[in-house]
């Protein structure tokens, strides 16, 4: 484990030789200044895990010190050390943003406590700057755009159960933007001005899954060298975003299930119960009925999580959608590349009648090979039938209208067309890589098809 990070400002030589060699010796690594001189320059180079400064110092004082080291680094944590006779200027300290304050002569046990303390509370802010991000709509998903009566229902029920505290089911196919419709709930729920945090429940490694959403404590398994809060803690009186939750191991929902119903949450090594008041938020591509009649997802959270359910329609179900989406992306590539693209009646008749199997995330992706392999700034119908059509045997003569079986044909088609290259497959069908295995895993394409599907050694 790392050794602390401290910076120590005492203009006493001998203390400061004293307190250096007993603070490394108790496993700190200290690195100690004679006066504010070369203080500043050390906390950019490398932001501390905690500060102990002296008050009473040459030239710059410790409180200007202060201001100048909160001003670089807003979650350092100084503890201010003085003597009896500067308790009122260490109180003011405080108000400034000190940690603690600390009396000379200090046993040195208490001074290492506070110091521990100091860096405790830093990693706790780090965490909570990590997991409360509360990020902006994504520029990459397009925005629920379309003025179509598919949207325009859509709408209608996002502004219906926003307003309620009720947990909610999003269900659609990948790449038709359920994260957006998340964040738009959230963000005309009473709940707005809290946190929205997102955990994608295939993304995490299944060991991992429960230390993530409830938290660990100190000691709680191998490498849980700190205490860390949870995605429910982070979330708390917000929304928490469950992403993919069809992907949720077995042996953690009964703790989930526990979570949404009381309101409950224990951290990993932990003997205490927490409370949090949080309201979730599920999408999955997945058909959870269907897996709670195998087995494979809890009936009793299903229908905890699935309150209230909404249905994103997919792009070949808001064809008139297409040409506000097209022109959106177009206008963003120009944006960033300095262009002005223009796109012929004829290309845009082409992209409404492709049924878009990877939805609006593919027809971004679309949009974006257009704009590069553009020689001038007008996207025309060569450019369509080129880089976004391409029509192939594998995609040709659909039979059927069962999903799995368009999807099965889609993902062929995908792999074929990039000779087994699977990033580049995953990418053109909208979906995240470990999305591609799991279906590649469904239809029996791994590895016995006749497509390369085994999985690289930097894929693993």
């Known amino acids: 484990m790392k050794a602390p990070r401290i910076l120590f400002v005492e203009d006493d030589e001998s203390l400061r030789k004293v307190l250096t060699r007993e603070l490394t010796d108790a496993g700190f690594d200290v690195k100690s200044f004679a006066s504010a001189e070369g203080v500043v320059d050390a906390v950019r180079q490398q932001a501390p895990d905690a500060m102990l400064l002296d008050l009473r110092l040459p030239g710059v004082d410790g409180l200007e010190l202060l201001a100048r080291v909160r001003a670089i680094d807003e979650s350092c944590q100084v503890v201010v050390f003085t003597g009896h006779g500067a308790v009122p200027e260490a109180v003011e300290a405080m108000r400034r943003g000190a940690h603690d304050f600390l009396t000379k002569p200090v046993r040195l046990e208490v001074l290492e406590q506070t110091l521990r303390r100091a860096v405790e509370k830093r990693s706790l802010l780090e965490d909570n700057a990590r997991l409360r991000r509360v990020l902006e709509p994504s520029a990459g998903a397009g925005g629920l755009i379309g003025d179509g009566a598919a949207m325009k229902r859509l709408r209608h029920e996002i502004e219906r159960v926003a307003a309620s505290g009720s947990a909610v089911l999003i269900q659609g196919e990948n790449g038709t933007g359920k994260e957006l419709v998340a964040r738009s709930l959230h963000a005309q729920s009473p709940r707005s001005k809290e946190p929205f945090v997102v955990i994608n429940c295939g993304a995490v490694p299944s060991t991992l899954v429960e230390s993530e959403l409830f938290g660990h404590e100190k000691g709680a398994f191998t490498g849980a060298d700190r205490r860390r809060i949870g995605l429910f803690e982070a979330a708390h009186q917000g929304t928490l975003f469950l992403d993919e939750i069809g992907e949720l191991p077995k042996a953690v929902q009964p703790t989930l299930l526990r979570a949404l119903q009381f309101g409950e949450i224990r951290p990993v090594g932990s003997d205490r119960t927490r409370r949090v008041d949080v309201r979730v938020i599920a999408a999955t591509n997945r058909k959870l009925t269907e897996m709670v009649a195998k ?166």
């Not at 209230?308 to 944006?335: H, Q, S, T």
């Not at 020689?375 to 039938?385: C, Y």
């Not at 590649?440 to 098809?449: E, I, K, T, V, Y």
């Open 295 to 460: 087995g494979e997802f809890r009936e009793d959270l299903y229908y905890r999580v699935a309150t209230l359910v909404i249905e994103v329609p997919p792009l070949r179900e808001r064809r008139d959608d297409v040409r506000a989406l097209a022109n959106l992306f177009l206008a963003r590539c120009g944006a960033r590349t300095g262009r002005r693209f223009e796109i012929e009646d004829t290309a845009l008749r082409g992209l409404e009648q492709y049924d878009w199997p990877g939805n609006v995330r593919e027809l971004e992706n679309a949009a974006e090979r257009m704009c590069v392999m553009a020689d001038g700034e007008r996207i025309t119908a060569e450019l369509v039938e080129r880089y976004v059509l391409r029509k192939d045997v594998a995609s040709a003569d659909l039979p059927t209208l069962e999903l799995d079986a368009l999807e099965k044909r889609a993902v062929i088609a995908a792999l074929a067309r990039y000779r087994g290259d699977k990033k580049a497959a995953a990418l053109a069908l909208g979906i995240a890589l470990k999305t591609l295995y799991n279906k590649l895993d469904r239809f029996g394409l791994r590895p016995a098809s006749p497509i390369d599907v085994e999985r690289g050694p930097e894929e693993a």
